[in-house]
C-alpha cells in the first residue's frame, strides 16, 4: 500500500511564497510520474504541475513561471515551490503518484489527503 501525505499549507499573504511537500511511503517497486492538483471550493480538481521520474516538469498555464515542482526519487518526496501568490491559487492541493508496488503489477495512480492553501490579505 502507497501512503502520501502533504505538508506546508496554511495562510499567506498576497504576492507571497509556500512551499509544499509530499512525502510517500509503503512497499514501492517503482514511482513513475509525480504530480500536484488543487481542489477550489465548488470546483472540480484541477491540474497543477507534474515531473517524471526523469524529471522533466509541465505545469498548467495558472501557474506557469509562479511555481516549481521537484522531486527526490531516493527519498520518494515532491516538493511544490509556490511564489507570487494569488488570491485564485486558494485551493485544497493534494499530491499525487503513479506508482507500480511489484515487478508485474500495474501501475495505480495513488492521491494524498490534501493540504490546505489559503491567499489572504
Known amino acids: 500500500q502507497v501512503q502520501l501525505v502533504e505538508s506546508g499549507g496554511g495562510l499567506v499573504q498576497p504576492g507571497g511564497p509556500l512551499r509544499l511537500s509530499c512525502a510517500g511511503s509503503g512497499t514501492i517497486f517503482n514511482i513513475y510520474n509525480m504530480g500536484w492538483y488543487l481542489q477550489a471550493p465548488e470546483k472540480q480538481c484541477d491540474f497543477v504541475a507534474v515531473?517524471?521520474?526523469?524529471?522533466?516538469?509541465n505545469y498548467s498555464d495558472s501557474v506557469e513561471g509562479r511555481f516549481t515542482i521537484s522531486r527526490d526519487n531516493a527519498e520518494n518526496t515532491l516538493s511544490l515551490q509556490m511564489n507570487s501568490l494569488k488570491p485564485e491559487d486558494t485551493a485544497v492541493y493534494y499530491c499525487s503518484e503513479d506508482a507500480r508496488t511489484t515487478v508485474y503489477g500495474s501501475m495505480s495512480q495513488y492521491w494524498g489527503q490534501g493540504t490546505q492553501v489559503t491567499v489572504s490579505s
Open positions: 515531473i517524471s521520474h526523469g524529471g522533466a516538469t
